[in-house]
C-alpha cells in the first residue's frame, strides 16, 4: 500500500478495518493505484436522463456489459451504476474491478421545481455484488433535501456497519437555488461540506464557477479575499469546505463536451488538489477505443504528465 494511500485512510478515525480496507481497494486499483487520485466510471444516467439521450450516441452502450468492459480497459478505480446495471454484469465480470451500488435515482419523466430521489437499492444489495461502497444523491437548495438528509444518514450508518465506503453525489438544485446557483463557488463549497458532515468518505460535485449565489457570503468572499478567480482556486477552495482537505471531493464531468475543453478542467481540478473525477456522458457516449484513450489521458494528467 502507498504512504499516500496510508495517509488518506488515516483520517477516517472511526472507520471500521472493513471501510478501510475497501476504501484502500479503491485507491489500489487501477492506472491511478496509489497515487491518491481518482477516475470513476458512473454510468446511472440512463435512468437520470433516459436511455436514448444517454446512450444513443454510442448505441453499443446499452448493453450494461459495455461499462464494465470499458471501465476495465481504460484502468479506472471504479465503476458506479444502479441497481439494474450492476447486476447485468457483476456475476461475469467480479472481481475485475471495484463497483459502487448507486441507492437512490431520479427520472427526468415529470418537471419538479423540488426534486427528490427514490431509494431503488439497498445496503444488502451492494454486499450480494461484492460491491466496495454504495452511492447517494442528495439535493441541497431542494425543499426535499432534509429527507434526503435523513435518509442518508441512517443509510449511511448501515453501509459502514458492514465494511462499505459511502460516496455521495452532492448536487444543489431546486426552488431555493437559481441556475445559475448550482455550480457557483459558494453553494459547490456549502454542498461539499454538508456531504462531509453526513458522513461521506468520497464526495461527488459539479465543477464550481465564479458566480456567488448568497449575498451575505458574497460578503465574506470579498472581505476575507478567498481567490476564485481561476478554476484551480475554486477547486482548492471547495477542497478546503471538504473539512481542510481531509475528505476525498472529486469532481462530476458534466454533459458532453469536446476533449481540449475536458482536459483543460482536469488540469484545473489537479492544479487546485482536487481527488480526481467521475466521467460518465464524456466518456461512454464515445466509441470505446476512443472513450479509452481519453479515459487513459485524464489519468496522465492526474499523474502529473
Known amino acids: 500500500m ?8 488515516s483520517w477516517y478515525g472511526s472507520d471500521t478495518p472493513g471501510t478501510l480496507t475497501n476504501l484502500a481497494r479503491l485507491l489500489e486499483h ?26 444513443a450516441p454510442n448505441p453499443p452502450a446499452y448493453d450494461p456489459r459495455y461499462h464494465f468492459q470499458l471501465a476495465i480497459a481504460a484502468g479506472c ?33 415529470q418537471n419538479e421545481a423540488d426534486p427528490i430521489q427514490a431509494i431503488t437499492g439497498s445496503v444488502a444489495d451492494a454486499l450480494r455484488l461484492g460491491c466496495v461502497g454504495i452511492g447517494f444523491t442528495i439535493y441541497p437548495g431542494s425543499s426535499y433535501r432534509f429527507e434526503m438528509y435523513e435518509q442518508i444518514r441512517a443509510i449511511a450508518e448501515e453501509a459502514k456497519q458492514y465494511g462499505l465506503v459511502v460516496v ?12 445559475q446557483g ?3 463557488i459558494d453553494i459547490c463549497g ?15 460535485v459539479k465543477l464550481p464557477t465564479a458566480h456567488i449565489e448568497q449575498e451575505a457570503t458574497r460578503k465574506v468572499y470579498e472581505k476575507e479575499g478567498i481567490p476564485i478567480s481561476t478554476l484551480a482556486d475554486r477547486i482548492r477552495h471547495v477542497v478546503q469546505c471538504a473539512f481542510d482537505g481531509r475528505r476525498i471531493v472529486i ?18 481540478i489537479r492544479d487546485g488538489g482536487g481527488f480526481g473525477s467521475i466521467i460518465g456522458r464524456n466518456s461512454f457516449q464515445r466509441p470505446k477505443a476512443e472513450a479509452i484513450r481519453l479515459l487513459q489521458s485524464i489519468m496522465s494528467i492526474y499523474q502529473g504528465q
Open 2 to 9: 502507498s504512504e499516500i494511500t496510508q495517509k488518506i485512510l
Open 30 to 55: 487501477g492506472s491511478l493505484a496509489g497515487t491518491g487520485k481518482l477516475v470513476i466510471l458512473p454510468v446511472d444516467q440512463g435512468f437520470e436522463h433516459g436511455p436514448a439521450r444517454s446512450f
Open 77 to 109: 478505480n471504479a465503476y458506479a451504476a444502479p441497481l439494474g446495471f450492476l447486476e447485468a454484469g457483476a456475476r461475469e465480470f467480479a472481481g475485475q474491478i471495484p463497483l459502487i451500488l448507486k441507492l437512490n435515482d431520479h427520472d427526468l419523466l
Open 168 to 179: 455521495i453525489w452532492s448536487y444543489p438544485r431546486g426552488s431555493g437555488i437559481s441556475k
Open 182 to 184: 448550482e455550480t457557483a
Open 190 to 204: 456549502y454542498a461539499a461540506h454538508i456531504a462531509a458532515q453526513l458522513g461521506a468518505h468520497i464526495i461527488k
Open 251 to 268: 469532481f462530476s464531468g458534466g454533459p458532453a463536451i469536446g476533449e481540449t475543453e475536458l482536459l483543460e478542467e482536469i488540469r484545473g
